[in-house]
């Protein structure tokens, strides 16, 4: 399985990107994924999360309510649609993938590589 992460860019404060992690190798009717940050410095951070069985979504509190996770098996695609960016959602975002769970992410067996998005005036 290879997860292929895209869609980072430059972006100011307020504004808004969406990215995207195709999946390959497997489909996604097998595939929990979920989003990861790491910021210089810091501790690599959990955002989200979309199950497999069900597709129920869940988020890091200091992404709720402005990111959201979504899940395109036809084009075995997840995306990460984020508004209202913040400087300290400055990272490098990587997708995950967890083929053991079927409800939630826990166990990750697959990393794509990560796409680096930059919040900044």
């Known amino acids: 399985v290879q997860l292929q992460a895209s869609g980072g860019g430059l972006v100011q404060p307020g504004g808004s990107l969406r990215l995207s992690c195709a999946a390959s190798g497997l489909t996604l009717d097998y595939l929990s994924i979920a989003w990861f940050r790491q910021a210089p410095g810091k501790e690599r951070e959990w955002v989200s999360c979309t199950s497999k069985r069900d597709s129920r979504t869940s988020y890091a509190d200091s992404v709720k309510d402005r990111f959201t996770i979504s899940r395109d098996n036809g084009k075995n695609t997840v995306y990460l649609q984020m508004k209202n960016l913040k400087p300290e959602d400055t990272a490098t975002y990587f997708c995950?993938?967890?083929?053991?769970?079927?409800?939630?992410?826990?166990?990750?067996?697959?990393w794509g590589q990560g796409t680096q998005v930059t919040v900044s005036s």
């Open positions: 995950a993938a967890d083929s053991f769970s079927n409800y939630g992410c826990y166990e990750y067996d697959y």
